[in-house]
C-alpha cells in the first residue's frame, strides 16, 4: 500500500514537499516513481529512484528532488520553483526494481492514491 501527502494549494515560484509511504512490501526491492495528471491530460511520468539513481522528466529537471528513506519505507519529492503548469494531481507507485523502464507507468504494479497540488499564478 502506498499513501501519499503533502499536496496542497501554493503561489508560483514556492516549494512543495510530497511525501509517499509504502506499507506492507519490502522496500528496498522496488523502484519508485512520481507521475501527474493534469486536467483533461494524460498521466505523465515526474521523477523515479531506482536504488541511489534518479530519473526526471525534462520539465521539472533542477527543480524536482527525488529522494528514498529506505528505513521509513518513504521517498520524498521536493518540489521548488513550482510553476502553475505543475498543478495536478501527483501519484506515488513502486514498481519491481529491476523494471526496465522507469518512466512507464504500465510497469508499475502499485499505486497511491494521489495527492492535488494546485500552483497560482
Known amino acids: 500500500q502506498l499513501q501519499a501527502s503533502g499536496g496542497g494549494l501554493v503561489q508560483a515560484g514556492a516549494s512543495l514537499r510530497l511525501a509517499c509511504a509504502a506499507s506492507?512490501?519490502?522496500?528496498?526491492?522496488?523502484?519508485m516513481g512520481w507521475f501527474r495528471q493534469a486536467p483533461g491530460k494524460e498521466r505523465e511520468f515526474v521523477a523515479a529512484?531506482?536504488?541511489?539513481?534518479?530519473y526526471y522528466t525534462d520539465s521539472v529537471k533542477g527543480r524536482f528532488t527525488l529522494s528514498r528513506d529506505n528505513a521509513n519505507s518513504t521517498v520524498y519529492l521536493q518540489m521548488n520553483s513550482l510553476k502553475v503548469e505543475d498543478t495536478a494531481v501527483f501519484y506515488c507507485?513502486?514498481?519491481?526494481?529491476?523494471?526496465?523502464?522507469?518512466?512507464?507507468?504500465?510497469?508499475?504494479?502499485?499505486w497511491g492514491q494521489g495527492t492535488l497540488v494546485t500552483v497560482s499564478s
Open positions: 507507485a513502486a514498481a519491481n526494481i529491476w523494471v526496465g523502464d522507469v518512466q512507464a507507468a504500465n510497469r508499475y504494479d502499485y
Open positions: 506492507g512490501l519490502t522496500f528496498s526491492n522496488y523502484a
Open positions: 529512484i531506482r536504488m541511489t539513481t534518479t
